[in-house]
T-cell receptor
Framework: GESVGLHLPTLSVQEGDNSIINCAYS??????FIWYKQESGKGPQFIID?????DKRQGQRVTVLLNKTVKHLSLQIAATQPGDSAVYFC????????????FGQGTELSVKP | NAGVTQTPKFRVLKTGQSMTLLCAQD?????MYWYRQDPGMGLRLIHY???????AKGEVPDGYNVSRLKKQNFLLGLESAAPSQTSVYFC???????????FGSGTRLTVV
């Protein structure tokens, strides 16, 4: 069936560097792609989303890129901070499938001081 | 501004026991969801509801039942708990047409 997956399970970066977290998806009918951050012992927290008709969207220190040609999604975090250490999930949402969010497995980001 | 509140936060059950997890949201969201999260895995959808009085199955519904008698509440029931249901359970809610969900802080359930 359709699924959303992540290329790397762990990512370690130096404080101040930029981080890039990647995600592959397979449902070309998805309407939205969303990134969530989950800190230990907490529920996922919405970071940023992008509509399927866009290829880039920027937020505060974060940028999401969508490449529909190769069905690839990425999250870029600028000037990574220790507080960015968490597991990051990508998710996709298709209204023709009831609007449910389908999550990938997650990438654990570790920021070294 | 509570958002999504889950109770209880922790629970230990014996195999065969039953329990109900409660989710409450104060954002007037139409949609509500129950997910489970197992180690090394992403969140998997158990059941969801698109409005008061309606429920639907997700990816992994077996062994669970749900009810949405009031718009703000979504209950997840385990009739006969099994060790395979040991997991962290998350409730979420969203607006109709919204892209993102608001999640609760989770319920850690252990079945022994």
């Amino acid at each position: 069936g359709e699924s959303v997956g992540l290329h790397l399970p762990t990512l370690s970066v130096q404080e101040g560097d930029n981080s890039i977290i990647n995600c592959a998806y397979s449902n070309s009918a998805s309407d939205y792609f969303i990134w969530y951050k989950q800190e230990s012992g907490k529920g996922p927290q919405f970071i940023i989303d992008i509509r399927s008709n866009m290829d880039k969207r920027q937020g505060q220190r974060v940028t999401v890129l969508l490449n529909k040609t190769v069905k690839h999604l990425s999250l870029q975090i600028a000037a990574t901070q220790p507080g960015d250490s968490a597991v990051y999930f990508c998710a996709e949402k298709a209204y023709n499938q009831g609007g449910k969010l389908i999550f990938g497995q997650g990438t654990e980001l570790s920021v070294k001081p | 501004n509570a958002g999504v509140t889950q109770t209880p936060k922790f629970r230990v059950l014996k195999t065969g026991q039953s329990m109900t997890l409660l989710c409450a949201q104060d954002m007037n969201h139409e949609y509500m969801y129950w997910y489970r999260q197992d180690p090394g895995m992403g969140l998997r959808l158990i059941h969801y509801s698109v409005g008061e009085g309606t429920t639907a199955k997700g990816e992994v519904p077996d062994g669970y039942n749900v009810s949405r008698l009031k718009k703000q509440n979504f209950l997840l029931g385990l009739e006969s708990a099994a060790p395979s249901q040991t997991s962290v359970y998350f409730c979420a809610s969203s607006y109709l047409g919204g892209s993102g969900y608001t999640f609760g802080s989770g319920t850690r359930l252990t079945v022994v």
